[in-house]
């Protein structure tokens, strides 16, 4: 199922970085959901580049909806979101061709379809394709929104500088919703955004790590084994370029810690079901326990850099030195953090209507 | 699919820790491969208990494959494996139905199946239930074997104390298939089973870092976007139960680096494609490039303790105290790593057979 | 996905026909659910040979259910149903292996699993594997039953001898679920039974086309284009050996049918959508309109017959005859249809539980 | 998976009669193949309205391939094909919202969609859909003709004529690859045409039986049980709206057959597995056993019909009369079937992929 994921609600991807458009198929949402297209042109702005510290290359991204919507709700049936390419210099790119981009997939997906592939710009490898997911993704977060889940992601790390935890997920939520760089120390955010700018200059990037958290997801979510939420959610944030980890909860700290320190004692509060800790970050044998669920995402540095790099001609089988031209960023964890949001909304409407039904989505 | 994973090669689980048995449908391999019973025995030791630092509950893992194999070999069609459960003591369980204990699925899969859950030493979210997965696992561990893909899992960490890295993979893999205790340097072994044995005598329990090394694997295996080898193994990783960590190559540590150090720059040996690190652990664009394929698991500490703690009663929706009696492994991080191992083997098998056709897996 | 079917709830099959043991998982149904095990055994006695119209081969079908069921209720986690096999004489099949018997897939086998495949009595492809099915099944049909959806099939024709048509829908679906040999009309019965012991005489069999019914199915199952209420039951029926037609409603006379004969006319009777005629089968788009579910399925004679045929040996690459002995059903209309039963059942309850949520089956 | 079907290639269509434009993802298909736009093009053409016994909707069916393709040449990537919907109007349908014609999906939309249906045309329910699938298939199509794999149809019955049957597969096909009305008879041909014109002249509409043939697949393509070739066929045929039977070589004719005449006697001819034969429609077991594949399906009389008709608005809960006004094909037998030869063309793909592996399509 290569470009398509999810049972219930699953999402299709398409394009290529230098074709003629990219985008993505929604399937499974519910009929009747008010679909907020000044809501989806603040998800994509919130995913084009910013500043210094990002790529010259703009696009507009127009996107456009051409099935799935009617009167301005979902109709039930699949949402096709195309969003055209625009200003593109395929030119940078096809002289280099044969030259394998350290980090990048060029040669891999030489490899893959015995050299067929589009290599413009990453091709369909390009973190470009992820606009669609956020467009699509848009639709999926607002309708969560209406059952009370919302989903918010802060950058927990970057450039080796840690911004604070989370202190109030409602309020920290709703400052992310609309901060261009979701960070949530101010001089963090400074200091950050300052390392970034430096390593520009340096002809070098950096990377990350991303915190989420999603509040208001019932317990009973997930299934057993293979369509956990943990597995289900790594499946999808996994298939965002660049991203080399994933943790749950305490994830790798659980390394240094006793059973007792890592069991979340349950306790009522209200008649609700609580704990102190929440090391298991909100999921207890692979399903959702009612508390907030939380999850990091490692981003590696953009393989993308100025510097001059060793590598290989797969076409010809020499060794060369690269010097990559062309508009990169320096950075794409704070772009990459509303992908993340878009995927994750996604994977969670797939996984609530297997127990409730599609139409509990409503 | 719940409890089926896998496109071209599948595996389905079922069973219950104290139900009459457990066991595991592998579909899709191909036919005529040598089944050798020996090796699955050998496998299902590696997951047993261990000494002092292990549950007294011991299985006999007397495996039966009722279908699929036929005069020793693979015949092509779903290979069923069963395992009868025994010494099972379910009184210990019963009497404490209700109270939720902290870690673990109880109150999680109460709210999923509404009360009719069979709840006797974890049921379906038991850890007994990878003992199928270990058996089929088996299966398809042999058969990459001979096609030159082996897969070695040591403990990089267990209970703060850290092992040394891989430093030869193939003498590693050949050394930890048989190390029941899959520790590389052996003062660290002494040292972790101390540390293991500390925390079971004070009734507590530790978690550790398993690291895993595939090598062998052809460029070109995985899918863009979904199917990547990083998706399709996280999704495979996570429903092991315990696991709440997955890193690729320098994993999180690449948020402290810039992308000149974190870029694989390739070069040729002999005709071969190679570089200096690996960072990305063997994958780039989610597509394997032909290096050693390299990830990390995080496995928490056994929720099991003896020690007291606070929980609920979501029977009767009061906040209770719980001694958790019963047999229990103060640290399941070197019985998971066989299961690790056997995950991977199987959804390599279906990332491979998915560019090369089933076929080419004899 | 080769042996296992389904979305929300699924079923696998493995097993051969002279192996240890055949079998079936069945996930996704809800928790809750009571299994009665006295039914499952009504529904194997349903499918075992029948009289003198039937192989002497007697199973005892003696089935075992090892998994998701916990006192007497469904759990919500895979159940798995084994049924060992028993009175095997795989001395009858060894002996004639290269020898294709012409209609069944010995000779596919071969190719398909490079003379790896279990050749004994059809091995993975003999209709005993269906014993799996209708032991899952029947708990999917007593669920379906409980919310007012009731399955029934008769045989509509065989030996070329046609039974009446359903004349009441709910006495009818009573009198079938105890009918061991399902016709309508008496006389009908007593020729039908008559023609096939003819043929048995004359070491030939015959064929024949079973009509089905479903009551209850609320309007607004199904899916729009791939999920189709049609497209998922025939794909679930061709899995059944020699069914070689499905039709739905007026089916294939539809190509003699005007629009204005072929249009079911809806109106309202005491507040429900229905209509004079249901030509459509229950089905408009694709999805139910609340009307009953109508389709028939063409069974084709026995390929197993006592009279000498033409075939090639492909292991020796000549033309030889073969005299099939050992022992045959000289019909399996009768046979197929509780198969037929089952699999639509649990067909119906993945695509009910696409809308509705697994918790709505309860 | 709603609107996504297949494994290893699958597709994914999406689109409303009356929105902004349909189409299909194709995904998996090879890297490396040609795509011949012209042929696309021509394809398009055979499944648009023909002269006085179609529709005067007339669309030019401008498609516009967005991804996937490079130069020329398939990239292994998603191809999806746009077709903006012209000619639309919207007006026709509007006003009649609520009376529910006969045949259609208009009130079982209305029930699964909860009233947010896109009702124009027929919304996603709408034939027009099936455009998306012409385009799509049509890579599918070039590319099995390539490895020797070639798809005809042609009318069997419509309007209760028929034509003559297969004489000679390849001429047979090659002369249906270019008949806009696709009848193997010059006679029968006449005859259809007029009988259809007669019908729409008394605003009526026909039926009719597409039969086809597939030569050149190899043995052993298809799974065992639930991804047999008739299983994954029949499943994408009946997602063809209209379709209302499917039948492999002999179908429902072998309820009036002996064993000894169904079964296809095997013998080598210039060393290749053939038969007198093919009662099986070249499928053993769900297998291909190398002799052409044969299948036959229902196309029931156009729905949409000028003749007063009685049904109910589903909004208001009444009896009414309805006139259907708009443009309407008084037959469709002659445009769905280009639309089998496509989606019949894409699930070969997947099934033969599963065996050999994408790379051997090319």
Redesign the interface.
């Known amino acids: ?5 999810g ?2 609600v ?1 999402v ?5 970085s230098h ?5 993505a ?1 929604i ?2 949402l ?3 959901v008010e679909v907020d297209e000044a809501f989806i042109t603040h998800q994509l702005d919130l995913r084009r580049p910013f500043g210094k510290i990002s790529t010259p290359r703009q696009e507009a991204d127009r996107f ?5 919507v ?1 009167n301005g ?8 979101v ?1 969003i055209p390419n625009e200003n593109t210099k395929s030119g940078d790119y096809s002289k280099n061709y044969g030259k ?1 981009r ?8 030489y ?8 290599y ?1 710009g ?4 390009s973190g470009r ?1 992820t606009a669609g997911l956020v467009a699509g993704g848009a639709i999926a977060l607002d309708l969560l929104k209406k059952k009370g889940i919302l989903i918010g992601t802060h950058i927990k ?2 450039a ?1 500088i840690a911004d604070d935890g989370f202190s109030d997920y409602d309020a920290d939520i709703k400052f992310l919703s609309d901060a261009k760089f979701p960070v949530l120390n101010d001089n963090a955010k400074v200091e950050i955004i300052s390392a970034i700018e430096k ?1 520009a200059e340096a002809g ?6 991303l915190e989420t958290v999603v509040t208001g997801v019932p ?2 979510a ?7 939420v ?3 959610l ?3 944030l ?2 965002i ?1 660049a ?26 509060e209200n ?1 609700a ?1 609580t ?1 102190e800790t929440n ?3 909100g ?8 508390m907030p669920i939380l999850f ?1 995402c ?8 100025s ?1 001059e ?4 001609n ?1 076409i010809n ?3 060369v030195t690269l010097n990559v031209t062309g508009r990169h960023d320096p950075c794409i964890v704070h772009r990459a953090r509303v992908v993340v949001d878009s995927i994750v909304a996604i994977t969670l409407c797939d996984l609530l ?8 989505l ?1």
Request: proline share 4%.
């Open positions: 199922m290569k470009n398509t994921f049972n219930n699953s299709t991807l398409f394009g290529e074709g003629e458009a990219i985008g198929v399937d499974g519910p009929a009747g456009s909806i051409v099935s799935g009617f709700k979902t109709t039930g049936t699949p949402i096709c195309i394998a350290p980090g990048h997939a060029d040669y891999t997906a490899v893959k379809y015995n050299g067929s592939e589009d413009r990453g091709g369909h490898f394709i790390k970057c080796g390593a070098d990037s950096v990377g990350g790590i317990a009973g997930g299934e057993p084994w293979f369509d956990s943990e597995s289900m790594s499946h999808a996994f298939s370029p991203i080399k980890g994933v943790e749950f909860g305490a994830g790798f700290g659980c390394a240094d810690m006793y059973g007792s320190q890592m069991n979340d004692q349950f306790r009522f008649g079901v704990a090391n298991n970050g999921i207890n044998g692979g399903i959702s326990n009612g990091s490692a981003v590696k540095p953009t393989p993308s850099i510097k790099q060793s590598t290989i797969f089988g020499e060794d209507s297997q127990k409730f039904g599609t139409d509990w409503v």
